[in-house]
Structures are given as structure tokens and as C-alpha cells.
């Protein structure tokens, strides 16, 4: 299974400013030190050998999309965050190559940040594609629709030309989709949220449990969770906050922490924890910090074998 | 994970021994609860816990700790943390929990 991060940021999407853009380039040139490079690959060697990743890239700052390549041909996709514009438009190049126009999308709610990127989704224009959207929220449909009233979108609901289908799901129970099997979790979160589990025909498993608050006076629920991750090949999870932000001035806010994150991926024995739906006031110095630490807490923790742990940013790809 | 509780004159004191995480969160947190209630009962404004002997403490047991911030506040009982070790100062730092309670290098009160 092939995961591909079309955005990653929570809540709200972000841009560098210009100013930050400057500051990374002069700070690169510093670092060069008067080095000639034969061409710009050349270059680019340099920066991904001697840069930070927050020095000489950029976490990117769509919100929540996540490609699966999995089953048996359709594609895959949680969340409608504003990374689904790219992603759209790459699937149509790929379409052109003769991939089949059948999009399977799984909601983990209907927030704004995970629904703002269907209005620009331009396969939706497309006759010959089918769009599945499947949620656990009876109210997905009506999220969808009302975004794109009047008042909101010059393009209502209704003038998209795909063959758009609503499927509920039911939490608990397991679904096949297309050669992929997918489990259904609920999550504390505003209006509810939901995990899903994704299990290919290999056996590999990826967990995608965003906008899920793990509450203080609820740690007894956590043995659920446990189970739902149990030996995942890859955990994509909420590290909104720092752990004390969490149970303090944002608690109640629906989000989780780093650590909280590599403590549930530890007992659940998973393989590979990628942190993600980064707070947008983070610049990438904070995120690569967050990460940092969070690998320290892993190896600070660590009791069986080892949890990878990854930042995800906007165009990363995770093998599984 | 043990813990101890000595009521001092100023202060009740709580010796955690061991790890703190998902085996043991349970019955760190009816420790603080009842050092919490000692203090109370006896008029005492402290609780301090003493981190000397603890390894470390995963996200349950900070969780656990802000829980017993609350019932103290509620006791009017004051909460801190006394001489952590390498590790579990890493772990104050990167949870921020650093910023949420007084951590003093030893278990006596300085006023
Ligand atoms: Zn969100
Ligand atoms: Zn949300």
C-alpha cells in the first residue's frame, strides 16, 4: 500500500510568507559557505544532505487529504481538505494514462478544514467519473451541499456532472470496499469524528485517526483504541498540541498530542506513527521541533520493539 | 510502580517508585488522591510528589497528575514536583508539563 499526504496542516490552510521565503534562502546561502554547484541537482543534493528538513523544505500548508494507493484500481482518499485541489488534478493526469475515474472518499467529519477542498475537486465535473463518499455522519450530504450554496460558492451542488453516491457506515462494523477492508471508529471530537482502519489484501494496515481528542477523565476508553491500531503498519494520527496545551487552555478543543500519539502506537504494537493535522501558527521550525521530540519520547519510552516515527508534510509518500 | 506517602509537618509527601504508564496509572492516581486527602484533613497546603526513585512517567501518568491538580485545587492543596531524574526531566520538557507545575530540585519547601 502506497500512502501519498496531499495535506497535512489542521484547521486552516497556510502559506509562507515572503518574508519566510528570504529567510530560508539566506540562511541556505550562509550554510553553502561559498560552494560552487554544478547545476541546480547539484544543489539540491546539497540541501537535502547538510539543510534541515525545516531549513531547506517546507511542511507544506493544505489541510487534511490522504491518498491511499490500495485494492483493486479505485482510489482512495480521506478527507476533502484543501490538498484535495492537487490531488484531483494529478488523479485526471493519471486518468489520461487509463487509470479507472472510480474515487472512493472516507470523511472523518464535516468540519470546514476537512470538506473545503470538494468545491475545487475538478474530477467532480467529469461525467464518466463516480465519486463514493462514505461517512459515518448521517448529515455528510447536507455538509456537502450547503458549503456550495449561494451565499458560500458560485457553483452549486447540484451543476456537478460525476455520479455522486453518499454510503453510510456503521461504526463497528467491518466494510469491503474494492478489495479494501475498512473498519469504522468513532472519535471524541465536536459533532463526533471517525478513525477508519484500511486493510489490503496483503494484510497491511494503515490507521488514519484524525481530529480525535484523547480525553484526561477518559483514559479507560483508550484499551478501544489500542485494539483499533493493534500492529498497524503505519498510524496517522492527530499531534495537534503539546500534551499540556491539551489538558489545559485547549482542552475540550478535539485534538491530541505527540506523545499521546507514540504511548497508544507503543501498546498497540504499530509499526511506523506519522503526526500530522499540524497547528497552523507552526512555522516548520516548530513542527521539526515537535518532531524531534517526539522521537525522544519514543526511545525514552520504548519497552518492545521500535516505533518509527515520521512528520508528514505535503507531498510525502509512505510505502507500507 | 510503588508509591510512599509521608505526612511532614509542611507537607504530605508522595515517593514514586518505578514507572508510571498503562499498567500503573490506576493506582498512581488513588495515591496522589489520597496524599491529597492527608493534606487536607491535617490543614496541610502541599502535596509534593518525589520523583527521585521514578524512572519515568508516560502520557497516563502526566494526564493523572493534572487530574490530581484539579482535586487539589478543589482541597485547596497545592501540587509539585520534586527532584525528577535525567529522563523524566526530558519528558516535563517535551510534554510542556515544565510550564504547568512547579518542579523543585529537592523535596524541601523553600518559602
Ligand atoms: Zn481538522
Ligand atoms: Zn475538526
Known sequence: MLVRFWGTRGSLPVAPTAMAIRHKIANALVAADGRRFENSADAERFVDRELSFAAGSHYGGATSCVELEAGNGSYFICDMGSGLRSFGLDSMRRNAAGHKKTYNFFLSHLH???????????????????????AAHP????????????????????????NIEFEQLTPGKSHEVDGVR????????????????????????????TDSEHKLDKMDVEAAFIEFFRNADLVVFDTMYSLAESVSMKEDWGHSSNMVAVDLCHEAGAKKLALFHHEP???????????????????????????????????????? | MDYFLDRREDAVIVAVHGRVDEASWESFGAGLSEAIQQAQQSGLGDVIIDLQKLDYMSSRGLRVLTVAKRQGQEASVTISLASPNEVM???????RYDKLFTITETIEIRR
Open chain 1, 281 to 320: 501558527t507552526y512555522e516548520d521550525e516548530d513542527i521539526q521541533r515537535m518532531h524531534e521530540e517526539s522521537i525522544r519520547y519514543e526511545e525514552l519510552t520504548r519497552e518492545g520493539s521500535p516505533l518509527e516515527v515520521i512528520c508528514s508534510y505535503d507531498g510525502l509518500e509512505v510505502r507500507v
Open chain 1, 112 to 134: 470546514w478544514d476537512h470538506i473545503m477542498g470538494f468545491p475545487f475537486f475538478a474530477p467532480s465535473f467529469d461525467p464518466e467519473a463516480t465519486i463514493r463518499i462514505h
Open chain 2, 89 to 95: 526531566r526530558e519528558i516535563l520538557a517535551i510534554s
Open chain 1, 182 to 209: 475498512i473498519e469504522t471508529k468513532l472519535q471524541q471530537h465536536s459533532h463526533d469524528s471517525y478513525g477508519y482502519r484500511f486493510t489490503d489484501a496483503d494484510g497491511r494496515a494503515v490507521i488514519y485517526s
Open chain 1, 139 to 162: 448529515d455528510a450530504e447536507q455538509a456537502l451541499r450547503r458549503q456550495q450554496e449561494e451565499i458560500s460558492f458560485p457553483v452549486p451542488f447540484d451543476w456537478l456532472r460525476a
